[in-house]
């Protein structure tokens, strides 16, 4: 069944490459198809189109194929287009004439946008509260290390020292920086696209603020050419924010991989949460970190995906917005996972204790001593120019014993003040 079938066969090589693997797809979408069909045939009852008996019965239509969507039996089989031909052809097969008349006002444009708004709209939301997760786990872990020396580097050379509480709250405070871009995502797709039709709006009088109230957007997107114009817009938004996520997980990853190599030595997991080699007994590798690294640079290229899909179409619709659909919702359960699988490992990290008296450190403190002269009365460039030498001619007797008070150094971490700061 398609929803555009006018009794006229198509080519069925046309029919494979045109339909692709949209069934597979909308299963996704199939829960907001239903959420908006619903808010839909209200409407349509308002305005006089259906009964109130008519609506009743699609209604109960409705809630049969909520509850096979919820319980994993529903499917949208080979003779069928995509998921909105699905429910129309259920409805009319449960319902007859009723069901055929749910597309009325509605074109097969605004309905799949309508379903994915809500869907990003719902996804943007579970991925911030998984996000909120991660960052409660980082800034206690940050409260618990907070005391445990870590060497902080630049150019990947000792640099000067740092914390473990100073590692994990930075993260969290950054993780702080990608939930203002969700933000900013899901204030974009929070604005109903129905009743834009085909991109040019409708001459049945709809009531386009009662399908926004029912659907629970925050507001519509008033003008019917904008609703359509959204598609492909949103993607872009929402790619960037995915991506700007990715990359605090991808750079967290990278710092676990490097720590737990030997040569650095910070961290350890427990046995069971890493893997083995089939010749070298003795590895005990991070895939996991590995993976989310990987997994998440290929989310950031997500962005260019999108905008190269769309960065040259007219207004209007154009079937290149169905490539949309399957990375961008493959993105969002992927980094649904991502963070749920950091949170769950990163919980189990071993921190090591840093021998800062190794020759590996001997030069961690150097500033903290340069530092010491000036409060003592040298001027900076005579005090560093007093280290410096002493490095080059090997006299350097490194001083541990200076406290870094300000905010947000790692004798002041401000975990409170990090934690107030993540948005509603």
């Known amino acids: 069944m398609k929803l555009w079938d006018k009794g006229i066969s198509i080519d069925k090589k046309i029919e494979q490459f045109t339909v692709g693997n949209d069934r597979e797809i909308d299963i996704h979408i199939a829960k907001y198809d239903v959420i ?13 189109i259906l ?50 008349k749910i597309h009325t006002a509605r074109s097969r444009n605004d309905q799949v946008l309508v379903a994915l708004q809500l869907y990003y709209k719902e996804s943007l939301g579970v991925v911030k509260q ?29 640099a000067m020292p740092s914390s473990f509480g100073l590692w994990f709250s930075a993260y969290a405070e950054v993780l702080i920086d990608d939930v203002y871009l969700l933000n900013a995502a ?25 399908t926004t109230k029912e659907m629970d957007f ?20 929402i790619a960037a ?13 990278m710092d676990v991989c490097l720590y737990m190599s030997q040569n650095f030595g910070f961290i350890s997991f427990p046995d069971e949460l890493t893997t083995g080699s089939s010749i070298m007994p003795h590895k005990k590798n991070p895939d996991v970190f590995e993976l989310i690294r990987g997994k998440c640079n290929k989310i950031q290229a997500l962005q ?19 490539l949309l659909k399957e990375n961008m919702i493959a993105a969002f359960e992927d980094v649904k996972d991502l963070l749920d699988i950091f949170n769950y490992a990163i919980k189990q990290v071993i921190v090591k204790d840093v021998d800062v008296n190794s020759d590996l450190y001997k030069y961690l403190f150097t500033v903290d001593n340069i530092n010491n002269l000036v409060m003592d009365g040298q001027t900076f460039r005579e005090a560093y120019q007093k280290i410096g030498g002493q490095v080059q001619d090997g006299t350097y007797v490194p001083d ?9 150094s790692m004798h002041n971490l401000s975990l409170d003040k990090i934690k107030n700061k993540f948005p509603e």
């Open 36 to 48: 908006a069909s619903r808010a839909h045939a209200k409407m349509l009852q308002k305005i006089g």
């Open 51 to 100: 009964s109130a008996e008519e609506l009743e019965q699609l209604l109960g239509g409705l809630a049969v194929l909520e509850k096979q969507i919820e319980a994993g039996s529903f499917v949208i089989d080979a003779q069928f287009e995509d998921v909105h031909s699905k429910i129309e052809f259920e409805l009319t097969k449960s319902l007859g004439d009723v069901g055929k």
């Open 130 to 158: 998984k996000t909120n997760v991660l960052f409660d786990t980082l800034l206690e872990l940050a409260d618990t290390y907070k005391d445990k020396v870590l060497p902080g580097y630049t150019h990947l050379q000792v």
């Open 186 to 210: 899901l204030k974009t797709v929070d604005q109903n696209p129905l009743g834009s039709a085909a991109g040019y709006g409708s001459s049945f009088p709809i009531d386009r603020e009662m």
């Open 218 to 237: 925050s507001t519509l997107k008033y003008n019917v050419v904008a609703a359509q114009m959204s598609r492909g817009k949103s993607e872009r938004t």
């Open 241 to 253: 924010s995915l991506g700007s996520l990715c990359n605090t997980m991808s750079r967290f990853a």
């Open 304 to 322: 260019t995906e999108m905008v190269l899909i769309t960065n040259n179409l007219p207004s209007g619709y154009h079937r290149d917005f169905q």
């Open 400 to 408: 541990m014993s200076k406290k870094h008070s300000h905010v947000g």
